[in-house]
């Protein structure tokens, strides 16, 4: 009999740290492609619930605040959630493994679904706000399931393994921001507010997430790799968070990786949240929202096998680079866009394809650069970084907008990558990556 390693702390010296080794080498392909296939319909249904309901969540905020300027509050309480969850998360993956992490966020965030429905029916803006941060923990469960598809990946392949689960999101992303409306329109005549009821979609979809997770997310990829280690890499202490601080610390590659990450996730949030209310001053209706998030969510989730393709074949550094071209040239659209409702969704479009780009090349970066040990805790300070700095930067954005405008706040937006490139240049010619055996750095921690 198997003895699943999801349900154990694989620390060496207890009997349960041989569980994982009962998946062999030869057994790997099949894992890879059966966990794969598991993250893809996790992804699948998170993708769905999250962009169902952050379409309207500015707007809702309006509505129940009754101030336009306390409208990017609601999504920056969502992304102040997912930075919030990231390291402990992190740390219950680290003893657990990724489904017991997964499994937990989609739970959070279908609670959060509920707060945000009860926020809006009692008129309570701090509900409201509540419930958004704890809606952010199921975008915390997306961000780290690519993490998840990196635990097995052949190193050459890594960055490919990152942006399949992260292409899995389109099929329900592009479709979530289009059924907000009649998600909005089945609850009309209920107690329910309009507005609200695409948070209760989202949660009953965080549900069937955190059940597909459970059920089919074994033998728990985290703990299968961490088995198959170097015996020095099996230590508890090198699993620490510690030891992720460390391993960062250590590494000028890793700090590129965390700062792509970051920035381009601020930029990005900064920009988009702040998007519908723009449109909505130009004449346009839900329907016509939802398209031009939709767009910018393909953008976002779509071409990712492209970026990953490039990030093993060119290299990170290169996607890196293509990442800060693509969002200026996203700001520079969006931001002069005005009336013009089909060069706003260009912007928003390119918008996405640069944090993808960024996202996938920095994440494989991010995991070639640490030892195998630190890497969950390494992930869990990258999702906090960049959640709580893209959360910093929603907040602002609606005061940018409502005290300048929407063309200043894709300014500001733009000139957050220039510390991004200039650290890229510098890295890629003082460290580059060094030569490999089968595909994974010499030395990590360099």
Known sequence: ????????????????????????????????????????GSQILGGLGVPIAIALAPVLATEVSGSESMSGLAPTASVTGTALLSLPLAALMTRRGRRAGLVLAYLIGAFGGGLVVLGAALDSFPVLLLGMACFGAASSANLQARFAAADLAEPDHRARAISTVVWATTIGAVLGPNLAAPA????????????AGPFLWAAAIFLLAA????????PDPLLTARALAAPSEQRAEARSLRAGFAAVAASPRARLALVTVAVSHTAMVSIMVMTPVDLGHHG??????????????????????????????????????LSAGLIALAALLAGTAGPDHGRTAAGLFLLGLGWSAGLVSGSALLTDSVPQAARAAVQGLADLTSSACAGLGGAAAGLIVAQASY?????????????????????????PVPKTRGGEPEDPAS
């Open 284 to 321: 346009a209706d839900l329907e016509l929202v939802g398209l031009v998030i939709s767009g910018h969510i393909a953008g976002m989730y779509a071409f990712s096998p492209v970026w990953g393709w490039l990030a093993d074949r060119v290299g990170r550094f290169s996607v890196i680079g």
């Open 184 to 195: 909005s329109r089945s609850f009309a005549g209920s107690s329910i507010p309009e507005l």
């Open 211 to 218: 059940l597909l997770v459970g059920v089919l997310l074994r």
């Open 1 to 40: 009999m198997t003895t699943d390693p999801a349900c154990t702390d694989a620390t060496p010296g207890t009997p349960s740290a041989a569980a994982p080794a009962a998946v062999t080498p030869e057994e790997l392909p099949a894992l890879r492609r059966r966990t794969s296939a598991v993250l893809i």
């Open 407 to 431: 063309g200043w706040l894709n300014v500001i937006g733009a000139s957050l990558l220039l510390p991004m490139a200039g650290l890229a240049l510098f890295t890629a010619r003082r460290h």
